[in-house]
């Protein structure tokens, strides 16, 4: 596995250099007559990515070629102020660029264990599969300060390695359960990439992209893709200490 950093003087220019990937990979798609198929995170540092897309990419992408899954949901409603998929709907989805049936939403309202079935199911039914898993086009994952990725913590490595390729995870701190893609699905994706910006993750980004000993307790630390390279968009507070 092999790291790509792209750095950027700020986070504005983070998020504008992968929403251009973006565009690139679903215009690739759609001239290859295929749904780009890309999954986003939640959190907060992706916001002001689906702005820009919201605010300046209504021309530049084939939304209509472009179907949305979610890499991770908190269980709770999708009008909740924690959900993955409102704090999307808010930034990008109201614009109404995408069909209503292009976007797979991971309802946090359903009982966890059903919903990490059916959502199993909704991967089955839309990707192409690699070795009996969902394989997506892209994957956008951010980091905690704890170091865990999609909702795959630091107490839960066990779902880097499970056969599920969608679980249940419980954060740490509240015991919220998350519905959450899991490290195999992750690992079979055409490409993985990283947003992420802010000095207070610098420190274990270093860790982590340095390959230290101290970071194999970091779910982000075990992360690859089909390509065999993991992409890292990072703003300069992020990259500091690379
Ligand atoms: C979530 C996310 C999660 C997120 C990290 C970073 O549901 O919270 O999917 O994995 O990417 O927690 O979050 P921030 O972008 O808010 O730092």
């Given at each position: 596995?092999?790291?790509?950093?792209?750095?950027?003087?700020?986070?504005?220019?983070?998020?504008?250099?992968?929403?251009?990937?973006?565009?690139?990979?679903?215009n690739?798609?759609?001239?290859?007559?295929?749904?780009?198929?890309?999954?986003?995170?939640?959190?907060?540092?992706?916001?002001?990515?689906?702005?820009?897309?919201?605010?300046?990419?209504?021309?530049?992408?084939?939304?209509?070629?472009?179907?949305?899954?979610?890499?991770?949901?908190?269980?709770?409603?999708?009008t909740?102020?924690?959900?993955?998929?409102?704090?999307?709907?808010?930034?990008?989805?109201?614009?109404?660029?995408?069909?209503?049936?292009?976007?797979?939403?991971?309802?946090?309202?359903?009982?966890?264990?059903?919903?990490?079935?059916?959502?199993?199911?909704?991967?089955?039914?839309?990707?192409?599969?690699?070795?009996?898993?969902?394989?997506?086009?892209?994957?956008?994952?951010?980091?905690?300060?704890d170091?865990?990725?999609?909702?795959?913590?630091?107490?839960?490595?066990?779902?880097?390695?499970?056969?599920?390729?969608?679980?249940?995870?419980?954060?740490?701190?509240?015991?919220?359960?998350?519905?959450?893609?899991?490290?195999?699905t992750?690992?079979?994706?055409?490409?993985?990439?990283?947003?992420?910006?802010?000095?207070?993750?610098?420190?274990?980004?270093?860790?982590?992209?340095?390959?230290?000993?101290?970071?194999?307790?970091?779910?982000?630390?075990?992360?690859?893709?089909?390509?065999?390279?993991?992409?890292?968009?990072?703003?300069?507070?992020?990259?500091?200490?690379?």
């Open positions: 596995m092999t790291y790509q950093i792209h750095t950027y003087t700020d986070a504005v220019k983070t998020a504008w250099a992968v929403a251009d990937l973006i565009a690139q990979l679903a690739k798609a759609a001239k290859d007559n295929r749904f780009f198929h890309l999954a986003v995170s939640g959190g907060s540092t992706p916001k002001l990515l689906f702005q820009i897309l919201a605010d300046n990419f209504e021309k530049d992408i084939p939304w209509e070629k472009v179907k949305l899954y979610w890499v991770d949901e908190r269980c709770v409603p999708p909740h102020a924690e959900s993955n998929y409102r704090m999307t709907f808010d930034a990008l989805l109201y614009k109404g660029f995408l069909p209503e049936e292009n976007i797979m939403r991971m309802k946090g309202e359903n009982k966890p264990e059903d919903e990490a079935l059916r959502y199993e199911q909704v991967l089955v039914a839309q990707l192409p599969q690699a070795d009996a898993y969902p394989q997506f086009d892209l994957i956008l994952l951010g980091m905690g300060d170091g865990h990725t999609a909702s795959i913590f630091p107490h839960q490595m066990q779902l880097l390695d499970t056969e599920q390729s969608v679980a249940v995870g419980t954060h740490p701190q509240s015991g919220q359960k998350r519905i959450t893609l899991t490290g195999k992750i690992h079979k994706a055409q490409q993985v990439a990283f947003l992420i910006t802010g000095d207070t993750k610098a420190s274990i980004l270093k860790e982590i992209v340095l390959q230290e000993q101290t970071a194999e307790k970091y779910p982000a630390a075990h992360i690859s893709s089909a390509d065999g390279q993991v992409h890292f968009y990072l703003d300069k507070a992020a990259a500091s200490l690379l």
